[in-house]
């Protein structure tokens, strides 16, 4: 920790969260860093993997998706989600002195030195690298690839009216891995399924950035509410109805069954609940929406694993 920084949490952290309360004192800025107090973000990592080995499964008849994959899925997300906020927040740290829901973050309050903190990513990236080597040759190509829109992304901001659309390149990557970790390719149905998480990406992110309208409008910082202005549930409700048609055509062309299509549709239902109650301006708000997200992909991964044991026992 720098300098005897005062030790303090972030705005959008989970309130009462054991890293505020049971961490050590000097971990507690490391443990922020890795967003490790906000976990909905390692959660929008994860699920993709899981839907991706989840459709591979049902692509080969498979009872259950690869539990030894999913797992380390689970230890990748959170450290490839530490590692890549850490970055972000390194290149962000000045921008988000700016911005009163980030300037509490380890870099801009003081809390973490620039050097502590590319010390810090570098041993988060060297735990997702240790994952990603257990997964064969063809899933290791496609993962060190996830990094080109990881590293671009923090300085869309500055130029894009959308940088949540690079987002969605980097979050929804695996939706990919499942489905290469499980044949050693890619097939249309993985390629489906990116697409419509990238799209999924893109509405719940954008949900995320009301939180930070008129912050953003004067530090300048470019994000997909402010392009949408007044559009805004309509272009969410877009983005989540191309999300649910491309899914759709990714579990048509695994052969995904009918329990597989009821999280699908419920899934989508609950992405309708939050284009309906979501309203411009109001941050409270749309953070609780975002963060219903997690349950939404759940839902999703429970109709799709639950769809190949089913099938699997009436076979």
Known sequence: MSGGAEDVGVADAVAGHWVDRLAPRAAR?????????????????????????????????????????????LVGAVAMRGAGSTYNDIADRDLDAQVERTRRR????????????????????????????QFNAAAILVGVCSLVPVAVYPFMKRVMPMPQAVLGLAFAWGALMGWVAAFGRLDAPALLLYAGTIAWVVGYDTIYAVQDIEDDEIAGIRSSARFF??????????????????????????????????????????LFAQVHRLKERDGRGALALFRSNRNAGLILFAGLAADTAIRSLLA
């Open 106 to 133: 380890p870099l801009p309050s003081g809390q973490v030195s620039t050097k502590a903190a590319a010390v810090f990513l570098a041993a988060q990236a060297m735990v997702g690298l240790c994952v990603l080597l």
């Open 29 to 73: 800025p490391y443990l922020r860093l890795a967003r490790i107090d906000r976990p909905i973000g390692w959660w929008l990592l994860l699920l993709p993997c899981w839907w991706s080995s989840a459709l591979a499964a049902s692509a080969k008849g498979a009872a259950f998706p690869d539990i030894r994959h999913l797992a380390l899925f």
């Open 229 to 270: 202005g007044t559009r805004l549930k309509a272009a969410v409700g877009l983005c989540y109805g191309l999300c649910a048609a491309l899914i759709a055509a990714a579990m048509a062309g695994a052969g995904s069954g009918l329990v597989g299509w009821l999280g699908l549709a419920l899934f989508g239902a609950h």
